[in-house]
């Protein structure tokens, strides 16, 4: 576990020195560690701080922090970010939630996808149903007359209950 936190770090930290201009911590991300810290106070920004400052004043521990949050959380879109921030204000509200557990509460809040979906399948296209054929209304005492006078009411406009309606294709082949 810890190597691979330790791997997480180490790219956080390739990627911010490749732009030293920039600021390695995305909006949403210091949105993120605002709104933890707002909820929890020092209790969530001490877990991280080492009271070494860098050349802007803000402490290295925290920044460091707020890049392997970001590294981490980078596959999930800010609206689940955003639900699971509050999720775990209301889950966990005497404790701050950790990196493993701020990740699981986003993996229940993301969206799911179907199989077809992860497997990069296409969707076919619905099947169109076969035009009905025309029903006879005539009385042939084979036990079916009764579907056929519903259909007939049906087709003359009478308001009918669905599911006489539907016993009555049924019987008559016709769905």
């Not at 001490?46 to 890049?67: H, P």
Request: proline share 8%; hydrophobic share 40%; charged share 25%.
């Amino acid at each position: 576990m810890s190597e691979a936190v330790a791997e997480i770090a180490n790219i956080a930290m390739a990627r911010a020195e490749k732009r030293p201009d920039a600021d390695p911590v995305s909006a949403s991300t210091k949105q993120l560690f605002m709104a933890l810290h707002g909820a929890y106070g020092n209790a969530f920004l001490s877990k991280f701080s080492t009271g070494e400052r860098d050349e802007k004043g803000k402490d290295r521990g925290v920044r460091s922090a707020m890049q392997v949050w970001q590294s981490k959380l980078a596959t999930y879109p800010a609206d689940v970010i955003q639900t699971a921030a509050s999720r775990a204000m209301d889950a966990h509200p005497e404790f701050p939630p950790s990196l493993p557990q701020f990740e699981a509460i986003c993996r229940a809040v993301a969206p799911r996808k179907t199989f077809a979906e992860e497997q990069g399948l296409t969707r076919l296209p619905a099947p169109t149903p076969a035009p009905a054929a025309p029903v006879s209304f005539a009385e042939r005492r084979d036990g079916r007359d009764w579907a056929r006078r519903i259909l007939a009411r049906h087709e003359a406009g009478d308001k009918l209950n669905p599911t006489s309606l539907r016993f009555a294709r049924e019987a008559m082949g016709v769905l």
